[in-house]
């Protein structure tokens, strides 16, 4: 198993940029396919972007592509998230997630571990 813990999330002016980290437990980090979600109010959780135990492939949403990059240093354990040229419709909870082999990379259900999601609001 694996515990992950959500940081860098916050208040952030339409067209700036934040870094999410997501930090994970244990020492198998480098066997876990990283995920990233996010969820406005209301609405359904939505696939952002998704990286693979090794880092040499990535997913991306077409909502971000182009704005958002996803990239994981296993020998720290963490994966990350940047968001640039940010939008107000990008204003969610972000969740990471993590799963040895992700049926579907763009479905939540195909990941077995969460973190507890971290708040990022852009404001117009």
């Known amino acids: 198993q694996v515990q992950l813990v959500e940081s860098g999330g916050g208040l952030v002016q339409a067209g700036g940029s934040l870094r999410l980290s997501c930090a994970a437990s244990?020492?198998?980090?480098?066997?876990?396919?990283m995920a990233w979600f996010r969820q406005a109010p209301g609405k359904e959780r939505e696939f952002v972007a998704a990286v693979t135990s090794s880092g040499g492939f990535t997913y991306y949403a077409d909502s971000v592509e182009g704005r958002f990059t996803i990239s994981r240093d296993n020998a720290k354990n963490t994966a990350y998230l940047r968001l640039n040229s940010l939008k107000p419709e990008d204003t969610a909870v972000y969740y990471c997630?993590?799963?040895?082999?992700?049926?579907?990379?763009?479905?939540?259900?195909?990941?077995?571990?969460w973190g507890q999601g971290t708040q990022v609001t852009v404001s117009s």
């Open positions: 997630a993590a799963d040895r082999r992700p049926t579907n990379r763009g479905l939540a259900t195909a990941y077995a571990y």
């Open positions: 244990g020492r198998t980090f480098s066997t876990y396919h």
